[in-house]
């Protein structure tokens, strides 16, 4: 099949662009970068340079596409809100208007966990809950929105559409989440925060590729599939201080035992929240109230309809991932 892939140089959609070529497909990857030099790590990519936002998708090479998979997204913590609103949902919107013209078949949505989030703990999350009414992180709201774009053009006789929602998605390459919680706690910036009882899913960046092409194969055996999310997880939820201290101990550094409460911690991502939004700082801040809640609360997914409708399950478990990616994390 002709598949093309938005984000197809990231974290994921790399994975996902390689596993694709080696299955045959002619795939095409879109960034917004102009001559990226990762592009020509993967024999036989076409790498096309696009910027989303800004205009509609109608190059000649897109026609003829079958399916697509929507990886690129703008991922953080704090920053303005118009630049997540204009990755994250307009992007969608626009790749959405150039996928009905060009009568694509699929539409695989990466989306996120995060669009359910809520100031309280979820435990065995399924898909009934509702999209978050917390207006406080410009990426969930933002992500929520585009789902919603991406559900609601699923059309029973053209493109059907689906959502993917792996949950805090680590391994080797992982721009976001372990190097920087490694880097802050090396500069002594980083405390348990609640009472480290929580439990949560993590879910290794194969999996979730796995899970894509997954919902990719069900797609073309099942015409009728979509319209719906799916929560992507490891089945395997952690203690997450319990988790980040083996690995802290594997790489030598000294485990955690100072703790923050959540209310100090929420209140003090309020008002951090508050500064960075005065002074127009772009980087993410220190702490947020959405990443008090994330390190304090439960928050963990049940996959059973993911198990059900794409027949995903987990190809590496907690042990093997963390195995496998163990290298990479010393090597930081």
């Given at each position: 099949m002709k598949i093309l892939v938005t984000g197809g140089l990231g974290f994921i959609g790399f994975r996902l662009v390689q596993n694709l070529i080696d299955q045959g497909h002619e795939v095409h990857a879109l960034g917004r970068t102009q001559k990226p030099t990762k592009a020509k790590e993967i024999h036989g990519l076409h790498y096309h340079p696009h910027d989303l936002s800004t205009s509609v998708l109608s190059a000649d090479w897109f026609l003829g596409t079958d399916t697509i998979f929507h990886v690129a997204a703008k991922a953080g913590m704090g920053g303005n809100f118009t630049e997540y609103l204009q990755a994250n949902l307009v992007s969608t919107e626009k790749l959405l208007v150039a996928a009905k013209q060009a009568k694509v078949k699929r539409f695989i949505y990466t989306s996120t966990p995060s669009v359910v989030f809520s100031k309280h703990p979820i435990c065995n999350g399924t898909e009934s809950l509702a999209?978050?009414?917390?207006?406080?992180?410009?990426?969930?709201?933002?992500?929520?929105?585009?789902?919603?774009?991406?559900?609601?053009?699923?059309?029973?006789?053209?493109?059907?559409?689906?959502?993917?929602?792996?949950?805090?998605?680590?391994?080797?390459?992982?721009?976001?989440?372990?190097?920087?919680?490694?880097?802050?706690?090396?500069?002594?910036?980083?405390?348990?925060?609640?009472?480290?009882?929580?439990?949560?899913?993590?879910?290794?960046?194969?999996?979730?590729?796995?899970?894509?092409?997954?919902?990719?194969?069900?797609?073309?055996?099942?015409?009728?599939?979509?319209?719906?999310?799916?929560?992507?997880?490891?089945?395997?939820?952690?203690?997450?201080?319990?988790?980040?201290?083996?690995?802290?101990?594997?790489?030598?550094?000294?485990?955690?035992?100072?703790?923050?409460?959540?209310?100090?911690?929420?209140?003090?991502?309020?008002?951090?929240?508050k500064l960075w939004g005065a002074l127009r700082i772009k980087s993410d801040p220190p702490m947020t109230r959405f990443v008090a809640c994330q390190l304090a609360q439960d928050h963990w997914f049940s996959s059973e309809a993911a198990q059900k409708d794409l027949g995903y399950q987990p190809i590496l478990s907690m042990d093997q991932a963390l195995e496998k990616t163990l290298p990479w994390l010393r090597s930081l």
């Open positions: 999209y978050s009414t917390e207006n406080f992180s410009p990426y969930a709201t933002t992500k929520a929105w585009a789902e919603k774009a991406v559900l609601l053009a699923d059309n029973k006789s053209g493109m059907r559409t689906i959502a993917l929602r792996p949950h805090l998605v680590w391994g080797a390459g992982d721009p976001h989440l372990l190097p920087r919680v490694i880097a802050r706690h090396q500069a002594g910036k980083f405390k348990i925060v609640g009472n480290a009882k929580n439990k949560v899913d993590l879910t290794h960046v194969d999996n979730v590729v796995h899970a894509h092409l997954c919902a990719l194969e069900s797609m073309q055996v099942n015409a009728s599939l979509g319209g719906k999310a799916y929560f992507i997880g490891q089945n395997e939820p952690v203690f997450l201080w319990e988790w980040l201290n083996h690995i802290f101990t594997e790489l030598g550094l000294p485990t955690l035992e100072k703790a923050v409460p959540f209310k100090t911690a929420y209140h003090l991502g309020f008002m951090i929240e």
